[in-house]
């Protein structure tokens, strides 16, 4: 495998590019924002610039960027072996974009979902290809997490997944292979309720966003605190996440509490926006 096609160029997708790039791979960037594609480069830049200092990459990052492409349309993905999806978690778009990558892409081209909380199996109806689509949820910040859940849907094949555990292995990464295509898989069915709980705590008045963040960071070893961590997800991924699994699973742990939906319609989506529960515009 060479050619990786990325979908979305946002927080998860730019990173998603930068470690194939970093591995070996050409990849091609795809947004529909060409705002956000010069965005995505300058973060990749800046990203192989800080790993190259720390001596975490031997490659100089210019050599690693230029196996970057980007484009605004769907040019070149019958190229791709891989298609790796990180569009918004929007069921109805997710779903109209496999069905255009069907259509377009190689017989044998595996089509990969980010999807956080979205049915695998859901995805793959959508095509006429349901054996080639397999969940691939990596974590934020990619190119520091080093896990990826590997999501066989209802009707993916043997051979995907194995396919899938190469790629995985090939970008220096471990993954969870999730047997059942369940809403949220295993990493966020866990720690989505994790923080919906802390932010029910916050909505009691029981404790601040702070002391939430730091017991959980002192008190169970979490390098990061449940607030903290949906505030570098995207709050508005997070409430996605959360209503999808709502939705399969009708368990109200998953509800999202109305702290979380306000601070999204009020467009504070966390530290992409610069406020969600902290005011990260005051950290400079
Ligand atoms: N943010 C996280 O921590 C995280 C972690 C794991 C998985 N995910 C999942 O990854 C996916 C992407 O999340 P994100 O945080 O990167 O989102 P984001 O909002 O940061 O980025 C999404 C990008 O997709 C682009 N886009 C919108 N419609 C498009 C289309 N039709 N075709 C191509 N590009 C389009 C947008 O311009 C944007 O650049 C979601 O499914 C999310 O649930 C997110």
């Known amino acids: ?30 947004d529909v924002s060409q705002t956000a594609l010069k965005s995505a480069l300058d973060t990749i830049g800046w990203s192989l610039g800080k ?14 960027q230029a196996r970057i492409s980007t484009v605004t349309e769907l040019t070149d993905v019958e190229k791709a072996e891989i298609v790796i999806e990180a569009i918004p978690e929007n069921r109805a778009l997710k779903e109209k974009l496999f069905q255009e990558l069907d259509q377009r892409c190689g017989e044998h081209t595996l089509l990969a979902s980010n999807t956080s909380a979205i049915p695998i199996t859901e995805l793959a109806c959508a095509t006429k290809r349901r054996e080639k689509v397999v969940g691939l949820h990596f974590f934020n910040p990619v190119p520091m997490m080093n ?4 999501v066989r849907g209802q009707d993916t094949s043997d051979e995907t997944i194995e396919t899938a555990k190469s790629f995985v292995t090939s970008l220096g990464k471990k993954y969870c292979l999730v047997q059942r295509d369940v809403a949220g898989f295993v990493m966020n069915r866990i720690g989505i309720c994790s923080s919906i709980e802390a932010i029910r705590i916050l909505e009691e008045g029981v404790a601040t966003v702070e002391e939430i963040d ?17 505030d570098l997800s995207g709050l508005d991924v997070a409430l996605n996440a959360a209503l999808a699994i709502y939705e399969e699973t009708q368990d109200p742990k998953f509800l999202p509490p109305v702290t979380l939906r306000r601070l999204v319609a009020s467009g504070n989506l966390g530290r992409k926006t610069g406020k969600g529960f902290y005011d990260y515009t005051l950290k400079k």
């Open 51 to 64: 790993l190259k200092e720390k001596g975490k990459i031997q490659e100089e990052p210019e050599k690693i």
């Open 1 to 30: 495998m060479k050619q990786v096609f990325v979908m979305g160029s946002g927080v998860m997708g730019r990173g998603i590019a930068q470690v194939a790039a970093t591995s070996g791979y050409e990849v091609t960037l795809y």
């Open 147 to 150: 896990m990826v859940e590997i």
């Open 214 to 230: 730091q017991g959980m960071r002192m008190a169970y070893g979490w390098s990061m605190g449940p607030l903290e961590t949906f």
